[in-house]
């Protein structure tokens, strides 16, 4: 289709579309004799939720996320529900609110008339972004940043949707506050930012969970031998610092919770991820204790002290404080 026609079709002007492939949504091809935009289906097709999500709110960056990676639309329209939420319970304040100043106001008020009908009357600041507790939604939130990318494409049988309700009833009774760190952390960071953090999580997932049973010795290697050059980067150290008890330690605490089980349940993919890096992390972990790792011991202790605990989680804080490097770079 040339560049007139799909604009007709979807309705969107070739302005837009000029804008659209500019912001890098849309890679037509180009006719060589010509020089014209040549537009496929899937070039309509994405057209189109560009439109719908534009409508919806979304920015530019989040549908740049949507259309790359779809597996994160789960987490990015979850955050636009609890956002749009936030927006209409304000609406409702101002408008409640400007109801009353009218009820109370004299046909023709004077500034003390005015001051006085208004003065008594609520009308709430502008919201943030997010509410700082929204209940269920957070908890809902979180896990679509933990585990939407794991789970099948669309929950196919009414089990896996039993089991992805009882996982956001579970999280709220057996680690309520975790999540509730882990959702402000997640406020505080910008929505591109978050994109590119789902978009290196889901890279690693995959590498991890095509891993053979024999490979996760050669990864646990991997990282014990990462862990040595980590000590020696003090960017990432203070990175890892910074967030530990924000982002880090809930995360992990959560990994390692019974939740993981009913994820399991849900999703192949991510049993096979779980079983290939807790054999890794094992594997790790049994060197660790040993007398051969007591110099790397007393140095992770020394200069991280009570930000690095494997006693307690040694499943996933190998593994976090192995991916933090990369994962700073999404942080930026």
């Known amino acids: 289709?040339?560049?007139?026609?799909?604009?007709?079709?979807?309705?969107?002007?070739?302005?837009?579309?000029?804008?659209?492939?500019?912001?890098?949504?849309?890679?037509?091809?180009?006719?060589?004799?010509s020089g014209y935009y040549e537009f496929s289906e899937e070039e309509e097709k994405r057209l189109l939720l560009i439109k719908k999500?534009?409508?919806?709110?979304?920015?530019?960056?989040?549908?740049?996320?949507?259309?790359?990676?779809?597996?994160?639309?789960?987490?990015?329209?979850?955050?636009q529900v609890i956002r749009l939420k936030q927006q209409a319970a304000h609406c409702s304040c101002v408008l409640s609110g400007l109801n009353q100043i009218l009820d109370d106001l004299p046909l023709h008020p004077d500034l003390d008339t005015l001051f006085s009908a208004t003065s008594g009357t609520r009308i709430p600041e502008t919201p943030g972004d997010l509410y700082?507790?929204?209940?269920?939604?957070?908890?809902?939130?979180?896990?679509?940043?933990?585990?939407?990318?794991?789970?099948?494409?669309?929950?196919?049988?009414?089990?896996?949707?039993?089991?992805?309700?009882?996982?956001?009833?579970?999280?709220?009774?057996?680690?309520?506050?975790?999540?509730?760190?882990?959702?402000?952390?997640?406020?505080?960071?910008?929505?591109?930012?978050?994109?590119r953090i789902l978009s290196q999580r889901s890279m690693h997932y995959d590498r991890i969970s095509s891993l053979r049973q024999e490979q996760c010795e050669d990864y646990a290697r991997e990282i014990r031998d990462g862990l040595s050059s980590l000590l020696?980067?003090?960017?990432?150290?203070?990175?890892?610092?910074?967030?530990?008890?924000?982002?880090?330690?809930?995360?992990?605490?959560?990994?390692?919770?019974?939740?993981?089980?009913?994820?399991?349940?849900?999703?192949p993919f991510y049993r096979s991820y779980r079983n290939h890096i807790n054999t890794s992390c094992q594997i790790l972990y049994r060197w660790y204790i040993s007398p051969e790792a007591a110099p790397l011991r007393q140095r992770l202790s020394g200069i991280l002290g009570d930000c690095f605990d494997p006693e307690l989680y040694c499943h996933g804080l190998f593994e976090a404080l192995y991916s933090a490097g990369e994962l700073m770079d999404r942080f930026s």
């Open 132 to 195: 700082p507790d929204m209940g269920g939604d957070a908890i809902l939130l979180v896990n679509r940043f933990l585990w939407n990318q794991f789970l099948p494409d669309g929950l196919v049988t009414e089990y896996q949707q039993y089991l992805w309700d009882k996982l956001n009833r579970t999280a709220e009774k057996i680690c309520p506050e975790d999540y509730s760190i882990l959702f402000s952390s997640l406020q505080a960071l910008r929505l591109p930012q978050i994109g």
């Open 53 to 79: 999500y534009r409508n919806a709110g979304l920015s530019i960056p989040v549908i740049r996320s949507l259309l790359e990676q779809p597996s994160t639309a789960g987490f990015f329209l979850t955050w």
């Open 1 to 33: 289709m040339k560049l007139r026609e799909i604009s007709g079709k979807t309705g969107i002007s070739k302005r837009n579309i000029h804008f659209y492939i500019k912001e890098g949504l849309l890679r037509p091809d180009v006719a060589p004799e």
């Open 232 to 267: 020696e980067n003090d960017s990432l150290l203070s990175f890892w610092k910074k967030n530990y008890t924000g982002f880090f330690l809930p995360e992990v605490k959560i990994y390692s919770s019974r939740l993981s089980e009913i994820v399991a349940e849900i999703s």
